[in-house]
């Protein structure tokens, strides 16, 4: 079966997410799970009607002959750099917590189809110089000679700059164009957005988001848990690059500065015992997500609850990552390895024995190679 066709199975069947997982102490590494969602399940979709059959078409039960569930893995060694060079035979797969047979295991290979998301609202507009000049690396190191993107970007309205295209020059001229508007950030809203145009897409492609952002959300209609949903159900990978609200207040000019102390992000409540300095409490800000540990570009897990922000919580859930940094070359250096990460990545496919089961299935990877640290989406959601 061509991987296209694969995939389509996938989505018509499952809803997947993500999970980022780094463990270090055990020579088997898992991806583990991240915390349930409420949420309906995605519709489970007949074959096609077979010509003749239109009589009993409209009385017949709905009935899915095999479900495949498909998730893309991520392996990185102690330092940091990504692995490739796996066997099947060195994987192993957990639905639930019940061991399932590999039914396809190849590196990715399919074309990417990218959104753009770029925050450009008045409280980290100083920075979007940092964003404007990476049209270029987007054209040639995430999306490759066979990909598209699309750019969004969002503040108290969602704008959508460009819609798919392969032209790099037009890529490039969007990027250097961005303005700053608006005032909140509708940060879910935008992602709404973005996947809803990523579901146009071939089957055939990856859908990847990735979103330049302080990572919180003001003003939207959609809440966390709607975005989750939509996420897994689309199998879309949301990749994270901070702009640092901290940072953008300090580039402003004084007589720029916003009178609010929020937007500082200072007199936010801390942990006890750590200094209400404007980078911890930064950090700070936003809702803590419990049980989602991030791996870092190193490697590492960030276990605390500190630099939780809710656009962290959508890379923990899809799969991806969500990096902070202060400088422009880190930002380009980010960049660069969400890149190498796309093209290294296995794509894993298994039949689950588990759907007696209804509701949020668990995925599990095992990697029996020691010292390498495990990345892939947490589950999916199923309903008989």
Known sequence: MHAGTRRCVARACLALAGLSLGLSFSPIVRAQDGDGVDGSPPVLKAKPTAPGDQASATSQTIRVQSLLVTTPVTVINRSGDFVSDLAQKEFTVYDNGERQSIQRFELASDPIALVILVQTNDTIGSLLYQVRPLGSMFADLVVGPSGQAAVISFSDKVRLLQDFSGDRDKLKTTLQQLEVLGSPARLNDAL?????????????????????????????????????????????????????????????????????????????????????????????????????????????????????????????????????????????????????????????????????????????????????????????????
Do not use: C
Not at 200 to 224: K, L, Y
Not at 317 to 346: K, M, P
């Open 192 to 384: 709404m957005r973005a996947m809803a145009m990523l579901e146009a897409r071939p089957n055939t492609e990856r859908r990847i988001i990735v979103v330049f952002s302080d990572g919180t959300d003001h003003g939207s209609e959609n809440d966390r848990a709607v975005v989750i949903r939509r996420a897994t159900g689309d199998e879309v990978t949301i990749y994270g690059l901070h702009l640092s609200r901290a940072e953008a207040l300090l580039r402003q000019k004084p007589e720029d500065q916003p009178m609010d102390p929020l937007d500082a992000n200072v007199t936010r409540p801390l942990p006890p015992g750590v200094v209400p300095t404007a980078t911890n409490s930064a950090n700070v800000w936003g809702t803590p997500v419990p049980g989602v540990p991030i791996l870092t570009a190193a490697g590492d897990t960030i276990s605390s609850v500190l630099t939780k922000t809710l656009l962290e919580s959508y890379a923990g859930f899809t799969g991806g990552v969500y990096y902070s940094h202060w400088t422009n070359t880190a930002l380009q250096d980010q960049l660069d390895r969400i890149a190498s990460e796309v093209h290294t990545q296995y794509e894993i496919a298994y039949k689950p024995t588990t759907l007696a089961e209804d509701g949020f299935h668990r995925i599990e990877i095992e990697v029996g190679r020691p010292g390498l640290r495990v990345r892939a989406r947490a589950g999916y959601f199923y309903q008989k």
